[in-house]
T-cell receptor
Framework: QQPVQSPQAVILREGEDAVINCSSS?????VHWYRQKHGEAPIFLMI?????EQKGHDKISASFNEKKQQSSLYLTASQLSYSGTYFC?????????????FGRGTQLTVWP | NAGVTQTPKFQVLKTGQSMTLQCAQD?????MYWYRQDPGMGLRLIYY???????DKGEVPNGYNVSRLNKREFSLRLESAAPSQTSVYFC?????????????FGDGTRLSIL
């Protein structure tokens, strides 16, 4: 039930774009995205609830393809502050307690 | 704005010792969670409490017990610590079990068992 994230790691130059993918073998109700910097707590980025929904936060956006049970996180014109590990968390459709299953994370490094 | 507070922040134990990790939230949230984070493994759920008075096992509950003391506090106990329990432990809370609400994490407890 743990979603699969890809790639495991990404190295970018400042200003480049990146895409992080999250896929599940289960039908999903929602997808959550978090970012964690080294030695710190995960910080909430966004939740996607509906199939096809797209959300944005500054230059970070995400999409959710309900039919494919996939979500993608888009980081545009990356900044040094985007460095960290990104986790997706999925909630299965029909879950009564809204339990989150987290992927193993994608480590993003942005160099100047 | 304290949010989710975990104590202690660091702890070193010897194999076989016991200890309790404390977690408190001041956001009036109903649901609380304990995760462990190991390198390359992501966040794995140990136990959770969807509401005051209820607790349920997560993915990796063996070797742990929990107590939902009241709405604010959710503690995690290691009865007989083992080296395999060396990890970073995060407590989190959420308004309720409804899936369109974010989880808020504490700063973590770094636990080493020798």
């Amino acid at each position: 039930q743990q979603p699969v994230q890809s790639p495991q790691a990404v190295i970018l130059r400042e200003g480049e774009d990146a895409v992080i993918n999250c896929s599940s073998s289960k039908a999903l109700y929602s997808v959550h995205w978090y970012r964690q910097k080294h030695g710190e707590a995960p910080i909430f980025l966004m939740i996607l609830l509906k199939g096809g929904e797209q959300k944005g936060h500054d230059k970070i956006s995400a999409s959710f393809n309900e039919k494919k049970q996939q979500s993608s996180l888009y980081l545009t014109a990356s900044q040094l502050s985007y460095s960290g590990t990104y986790f997706c968390g999925t909630v299965d459709r029909g879950s009564t307690l809204g339990r989150l299953y987290f992927g193993r994370g994608t480590q993003l490094t942005v160099w100047p | 704005n304290a949010g989710v507070t975990q104590t202690p922040k660091f702890q070193v134990l010897k194999t076989g010792q016991s200890m309790t990790l404390q977690c408190a939230q001041d956001m009036n949230h109903n649901s609380m969670y304990w995760y462990r984070q190991d390198p390359g493994m992501g966040l794995r759920l140990i136990y959770y409490s969807a509401s005051e008075g209820t607790t349920d096992k997560g993915e990796v509950p063996n070797g742990y017990n929990v107590s939902r003391l009241n709405k604010r506090e959710f503690s995690l106990r290691l009865e007989s610590a083992a080296p395999s329990q060396t990890s970073v432990y995060f407590c989190a809370s959420r308004q309720g079990p409804v899936s369109n609400q974010p989880q808020h994490f504490g700063d973590g407890t770094r636990l080493s068992i020798l």
